[in-house]
């Protein structure tokens, strides 16, 4: 419970941020409630007015009606609309916290997390938390201020009947108490299982094709339908003691009214109460059970929003596993001479997936990595560009070890070409001045020259400044996307550049117009080119050979081929199947 309270108040932290107009607009609900609450009195009073026969009486006690009427529909209102704002403010704060929180966060966060759950996580739990303000909040705030209202007349008007009032209360209290911890626990199971529901159905939609292809659609259905029959069990037994409440505390309302007129009824035929003073009781003890009603047929979403509000607050909260030392200077300008000394890394403690990597590449160096699928290639240059820490070693770049400085200022002087390319879904212009603000046209025009793009670009129906919807997957091949990362890359024109497997989705025609871009773009640049195709990293002035995480062999291509180790196997082999023409190997 002290978690969820942490909750709500971190929630109404949103909120009060925005301190004027937040306490302008509960000030003006508050005001609404009391107005209201004043309504049965002056009811009262009419009552004993018409009882009393006395004409100009009724009239004032009408028109008071009205004035508290109008008062009550004028404060609600513009306190509604004020809260309104803040609300929808308060939201974007946490929506872009949360976003930017999500971006700030190492690799290895999303490696714990199936990125589906998360996605549902971030958007239905802020709907659920936009429910709660725009809703909850209101309802409980004015609930309070209408029950003290309400009470301090009742007790201004008569301490019997308002202890007659408050008994028949405690009795609805005692079972809304004990519906609400069952229900509690039931509110937090259902939305934790819709959220694993849905991050299902978001992975198994975007892996379709990984699906179909597996011939798994029958499993993936099993699946999905035990986890929603799960989700349906936790929903009906949320809904049923939602339903409970409802019903509960309309019952106890009228259950009150009858006691009142029977009690009251007696007082007023023994002459011991006027009629007005039961007229007034009557209305303000709906005072009491309407706004509690309305506080617990909202509940479920209160719990909906602290339980949402953990669940944000937990990213929120959670701390990047790659941190900067506190007052850690920038990177220097590279030139690009980068040591790995004798580097040990796991990206799951206990299980190394490098071991003892020690290697030297001096600045405009080309550095060749090969060797097989989950050697530890990539990871290689994970830990390079501090994507992850390392256990043991040192990775220095300059003389300086890398994880002394601030990560980002690392990051941004080196460029990287990876296997799948990633444009924004921006202008083709934009993209190439991407990860330098302050390129001009010309030079991003030279890039895309350089880089063998600028050809297709100008077929484009507005040439630079075609709009690539979706990333420009639906108007260009994969090996044009290619070449406009490559360009990019150009235009940043970094002093170390990372090249990972950067061809090995195209064909082998458009991997030659793309090889002479590549190979422009490494010149005078510290370069790390991983390669599954070993022609492309024939000319590195050395190959590092990873097998298991070690390097097995290192040096010039020829040195290589002289040894008759594993490199050059690999090269034979891929080099008979070329020839035979089977691109099997490849
Ligand atoms: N994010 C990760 N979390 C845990 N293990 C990983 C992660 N990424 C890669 N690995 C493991 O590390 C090893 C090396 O992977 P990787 O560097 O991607 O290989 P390569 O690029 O040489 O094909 C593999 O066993 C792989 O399963
Ligand atoms: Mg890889």
């Not at 290639?377 to 990775?395: E, H, P």
Request: glycine share 8%; with cysteine.
């Amino acid at each position: 419970m002290a978690l969820s309270q942490g909750a709500v108040r971190r929630l109404l932290g949103y909120l009060t941020h925005y301190r004027l107009s937040f306490w302008l607009a509960v000030t003006l609900m508050a005001l609404s409630a009391v107005f209201q609450s004043v309504l049965p009195v002056i009811m009262g009073k009419a009552t004993d007015e018409i009882v009393a026969g006395n004409r100009a009486g009724l009239e004032e006690s009408v028109l008071f009606l009205l004035v508290f009427v109008v008062l009550m529909f004028a404060s609600g209102m513009l306190g509604q609309r004020i809260f309104a704002k803040v609300s929808q403010q308060a939201l974007f704060d946490l929506r872009t916290s949360l976003f930017s929180r999500m971006q700030d966060l190492s690799l290895n966060f999303f490696d714990r997390q199936p990125i589906g759950e998360l996605m549902s996580r971030v958007t239905s739990d802020i709907d659920v938390i936009d429910q709660f303000f725009s809703n909850s909040f209101q309802n409980v705030m004015q609930a309070v201020v209408s029950i003290v209202v309400v009470t301090a007349f009742m007790l201004w008007l008569s301490l019997s009947l308002t202890l007659l009032v408050y008994t028949v209360l405690f009795a609805l209290l005692v079972f809304i108490w004990i519906v609400s911890h069952i229900s509690g626990p039931i509110f937090t199971s259902l939305q934790e299982h819709l959220s694993r529901l849905n991050g299902y159905a978001e992975e198994h939609i975007e892996g379709q094709k990984v699906v179909l292809a597996f011939m798994q659609e029958g499993r993936s259905v099993d699946e999905f339908s035990a986890i929603s029959k799960q989700a349906a069990q936790a929903g009906g037994r949320a809904s049923f003691t939602a339903l409970v409440t409802l019903p509960a505390s309309t019952s106890t309302a009228n259950l009150q009214s009858v006691l009142l007129l029977v009690v009251g009824g007696i007082l007023v035929i023994h002459g011991r109460i006027e009629l007005g003073l039961l007229v007034s009781f009557l209305g303000l003890s709906r005072g009491i059970t309407g706004p509690l009603a309305h506080v617990f047929t909202s509940y479920s979403m209160l719990l909906n929003a602290i339980a949402g509000a953990g669940r944000v607050f937990s990213i929120l909260d959670e701390e990047p596993a790659v941190a900067d030392p506190p007052g850690a200077p920038a990177m220097p300008p590279l030139h690009g001479d980068v040591v790995f000394d004798h580097v040990d890394f796991a990206y799951v403690p206990g299980r190394t997936v490098l071991s003892d990597n020690s290697f030297h590449a001096g600045p405009g160096q080309v550095f060749g990595l090969c060797g097989p699928t989950g050697a530890g290639k990539s990871t290689i240059i994970n830990i390079l560009t501090r994507y992850y820490d390392i256990q043991k070693g040192a990775i220095s770049i300059d003389g300086t070890n890398i994880a002394s400085v601030q990560q980002d200022t690392l990051r941004i002087q080196v460029a990287q070409v990876l296997q799948v390319p990633f444009l924004f879904s921006d202008t083709i212009m934009e993209n190439l001045r991407y990860a330098r603000r302050d390129a001009t046209d010309e030079e991003c025009i030279a890039a895309a020259e350089q880089a063998g793009a600028h050809g297709f670009i100008m077929a484009q129906p507005d040439g630079y400044q075609t709009f690539l919807s979706d990333g420009g997957a639906g108007s260009l091949s994969q090996g044009q996307r290619q070449m406009l990362t490559i360009a990019r890359a150009m235009v940043a024109n970094p002093r170390l550049l990372i090249l990972d497997e950067a061809t090995s989705n195209v064909d082998t025609r458009t991997e030659k117009l793309i090889n002479g871009g590549l190979l422009k773009l490494q010149e005078g640049k510290t370069s790390f080119i991983i390669a599954h195709r070993l022609a492309t990293i024939r000319h590195a002035d050395t190959i590092l050979v990873i097998n298991k995480g070690e390097i097995i062999e290192r040096g010039s291509h020829d040195e290589l081929m002289g040894k008759k180790g594993f490199y050059h196997t690999m090269f034979m082999s891929q080099f008979r199947g070329k020839l035979s023409g089977v691109a099997g190997i490849d």
